[in-house]
């Protein structure tokens, strides 16, 4: 008998409401998307600050290509290290305040690297429940005892940390990609000092956002120096692409003799790291905090025009329940003009579908008012279609 009935999986996920396929696009035009003629205001991308497609970051990544070429020819350990490599790794350090820091392919590479690095069998790992399946992938793939609290449960984290064996390190994001809220982080730094468990947040949908110079939440909260790892990603706010952790310089020289995701796989690109360092210049001087104005202006704007409370950060769930509910939302919206693709099960919970509304700097108070206006025109459809004759 033939197991690998590939079709039959197929038709199950329509049947659920969970197919998805690749949609590309033309043409990025700032926050207008373009694709077969058609255009759109698109609300769903992490170009928090809008450089990904700014002038300023485009001649960057082509100066980068000039200089270094548009490969690095290597791993890291072989020949694959450049300057450029060097150099970001330095600037991120400095900016978030620990000794070292060190970049990867991605975000995802960071987690599925440096977490089995750092611990494994008899170890325990202790994640929220609303962590990036890149972190959960991570401690899965490390061998270590999981444990999971539910999302902010102090009470829980704590009765865990009481129970936990081996080394034991608790992961985090500080802002949730999913929710937008932020991590009780001064609460969980107390509680993993207090246990001696070591703390692991990442910060890649807050750094460039909050904090003082775009820092992330750890800044703004005070509490840098008692996290002793804090990853994030260039993909976000940078407008750009990769990975990264910063650490002490023990942690850093453990994770480039251990971490299987940076050992065994090429360099980034060195422009890509060229770029990168122009991008954390403006991120976190001058043209980094009026981006940052703009996009909360853009967040409250929003949050207002919508009856909602106002969001830490630049992600913006509406929860709609049932996958086919939060489809037909996303396709009204894109049949409106609007880009913003919902999200289903397996990255949220079941029963908790949902349009991820994420905005920029680069969105006009125009757009922002005419998706508001788009939006509040579906919640009075639904309502009227849901209430009872």
């Not at 759109?40 to 497609?53: C, I, R, T």
């Not at 460039?208 to 790892?229: C, F, K, S, T």
């Not at 919206?333 to 913003?340: A, D, I």
């Not at 700097?361 to 919640?379: F, R, Y």
């Amino acid at each position: 008998m033939n197991s690998w009935n590939i079709t039959s999986q197929l038709e199950e996920l329509r049947g659920q409401g969970l197919w998805r396929d690749l949609r590309p696009l033309d043409e990025v035009d700032g926050m207008m998307v373009r694709s077969e003629g058609r255009e759109w205001m698109n609300f769903s991308s992490n170009d928090y600050l809008g450089l990904a497609g700014s002038a300023d970051l485009r001649s960057a990544l082509e100066d980068g290509v000039a200089k270094h070429g548009a490969g690095s020819g290597a791993s890291r350990l072989v020949c694959g290290t450049h300057k450029a490599h060097s150099a970001l790794e330095e600037a991120l350090a400095d900016f978030k305040g620990t000794e070292a820091a060190l970049c990867f392919s991605s975000g995802f590479a960071v987690s599925l690297g440096t977490i089995p690095a750092l611990v494994g069998p008899g170890d325990t790992l202790i994640l929220d429940k609303l962590c990036h399946a890149s972190l959960v992938d991570g401690a899965r793939l490390s061998g270590a005892t999981v444990r999971v609290f539910p999302h902010n449960h102090l009470e829980k984290l704590e009765r865990l940390l009481g129970t936990a064996e081996g080394r034991v390190l608790v992961v985090t994001e500080s802002i949730f990609s999913m929710d937008g809220d932020a991590s009780l982080l001064r609460e969980i730094v107390e509680l993993k000092t207090k246990h001696g468990a070591w703390l692991m947040v990442d910060e890649a949908h807050a750094v460039g956002v909050i904090g003082p110079h775009g820092r992330g939440l750890a800044a703004e909260l005070g509490v840098e120096a008692q996290i002793e790892l804090q990853m994030g990603t260039l993909s976000k706010a940078f407008g750009l692409s990769g990975g990264y952790v910063a650490a002490s310089r023990p942690v850093i020289d453990l994770l480039i003799n251990r971490a299987r995701s940076f050992i065994y796989t090429t360099a980034p690109p060195p422009a890509l790291a060229y770029a990168g360092l122009r991008a954390l210049g403006w991120l976190g001087g001058s043209r980094g905090d009026s981006l940052r104005r703009r996009l909360r202006d853009n967040v409250r704007h929003l949050t207002s025009l919508l009856a909602k409370p106002d969001a830490p950060a630049a992600i913006l769930p509406v929860i709609l329940g049932q996958e086919d509910a939060a489809f037909q939302a996303s396709q009204q919206l894109q049949h409106e003009g609007f880009f913003v693709p919902c999200i289903r099960y397996p990255t949220v919970g079941r029963g908790s579908a949902r349009l991820r509304i994420t905005l920029s700097a680069s969105h006009s108070a125009g757009q922002v008012a005419a998706l508001a206006e788009a939006m509040n025109k579906i919640k009075e459809a639904t309502a009227a279609t849901s209430s009872p004759r």
